[in-house]
């Protein structure tokens, strides 16, 4: 046994195990990121349904109670978003047509996305969850496969 190839499987071992919590940080980054989108959209129903707030107010609203993905986003802080570049313009297109129309079908319009967006972070989000915790599993054990090749 030599000390070079230890130190070589360790390093092996380190490398796999940092890029599965990579892979677990970016799933478990994207599925904060739609869970706060469904939140946002539960927020402006409630809010332009029952008090017809204006946008402008509702996003301060938000903003004063809620932290996370989502709302670095909205706030325009974040710069690297876990999301597909289709994906991501598909949440710009529908947050930017917010308050565009009258209340009664913006109200119609918020509803039916967030019937979309319940369903979304029941069945994905949890998927996104498992799956992080999967990768990372994994991961860990191709590094102590690697070690225990190389050692």
């Known amino acids: 046994m030599n000390l070079g190839t230890i130190f070589a499987g360790i390093c092996a071992f380190f490398s796999s195990a940092f890029v599965g919590l990579w892979i677990k940080k970016k799933l478990l ?16 129903t409630d809010k332009i349904g029952y008090e017809r707030m ?57 509803s039916a996305k967030c019937a979309e967006m319940k369903r979304f972070t029941e069945t994905e989000c949890v998927k996104y969850r498992k799956d992080a915790s999967l990768y990372f599993k994994l991961s860990a054990l191709i590094g102590l496969a690697a070690l225990i090749l190389l050692a």
Do not use: C, W
């Open 29 to 44: 980054r994207k599925a904060s990121f739609y869970e706060g989108y469904y939140d946002y959209l539960l927020f402006a």
């Open 54 to 110: 204006p946008i402008g107010e509702l996003n301060a609203n938000y903003f004063k109670r809620r932290t996370g993905e989502f709302v670095a986003f909205l706030k325009g802080e974040i710069t690297s978003i876990p999301l597909k570049e289709g994906e991501l313009t598909e949440v710009r297109s529908y947050l930017d047509s917010i308050g565009t129309t009258d209340a009664e079908t913006q109200i119609g319009s918020l």
